[in-house]
């Protein structure tokens, strides 16, 4: 079983407000996502880290930003949240980026700005 | 563009029948080729993968099977049960290290 978490799990706030999504996983993974996934529709890379003080934007334009300070450690944070970041959001980490690596998911964090 | 396509947003199947999921891709420097299942508030859980070496591939109840030419795999659910209703996403990658590229996603619901 994946040891990687993510809270909270639902959050509910107002616009304007900032906002932090925390990422923990205890696997000794040094890659690390955020996934932004809207119902009936693919996953989109917003975020990766291969490591240690490296962050690289994804596919998926977005507002918010990432740190890596510490391996097990990968959050995400909305300056300033917006009815549009309105989502779910998807935090996994692997062994390799691709090949013949598997992605491990947390359970996501469900965000609705009001 | 969409690299990974699931032209089938849903799909029902009976319990006890074969559930069949598709998905076709166009990056032709995909060589690797995963299953995920995800239900409603939580996150997607690894059920099977692919190489491009093989053409088959399966793990219980799961097989996936891979047409490299048609670009088109497909997960079989032999046989289907109550439990295996989920959203099922196709993601795939690269040996270069390119990351994972997910579909849409088909909902498979099956009933009892």
């Known amino acids: 079983e994946a040891d990687i978490y993510q809270t909270p799990r639902y959050l509910v706030i107002g616009t304007g407000k900032k906002i932090t999504l925390e990422c923990s996983q205890t696997?000794?993974?040094?890659?690390m996502y955020w996934y932004q996934q809207d119902p009936g529709m693919e996953l989109h890379l917003i975020h990766y880290?291969?490591?240690?003080?490296?962050?690289e934007k994804g596919d998926l334009s977005s507002e918010s930003t990432v740190s890596r300070i510490r391996t097990e450690h990968f959050p995400l944070t909305l300056e300033s949240a917006r009815p549009s970041h309105t989502s779910q959001y998807l935090c996994?980490?692997?062994?390799?980026?691709?090949?013949?690596?598997?992605?491990?998911f947390g359970e996501g964090s469900r965000l609705t700005v009001l | 563009d969409q690299q990974v396509k699931q032209n089938s947003p849903s799909l029902s199947v009976q319990e006890g029948r074969i559930s069949i999921l598709n998905c076709d891709y166009t990056?032709?420097?995909?060589?690797?080729f995963l299953w995920y299942k995800k239900y409603p508030a939580e996150g997607p859980t690894f059920l099977i993968s692919?190489?491009?070496?093989?053409d088959k591939n399966e793990d219980g109840r799961f097989t996936v099977f891979l047409n490299k030419s048609a670009k088109h795999l497909s997960l079989h659910i032999v046989p289907s049960q109550p439990g295996d209703s989920a959203v099922y996403f196709c993601?795939?990658?690269?040996?270069?290290?390119?990351?994972?590229?997910f579909g849409p996603g088909t909902r498979l619901s099956v009933l009892p």
């Open positions: 990056n032709s420097m995909f060589d690797y």
């Open positions: 696997m000794g993974h040094d890659k």
């Open positions: 880290s291969y490591g240690v003080n490296s962050t």
């Open positions: 993601a795939a990658s690269d040996n270069y290290g390119q990351n994972f590229v």
């Open positions: 996994a980490s692997s062994v390799e980026a691709g090949g013949s690596g598997e992605l491990f």
């Open positions: 692919i190489s491009s070496i093989k």
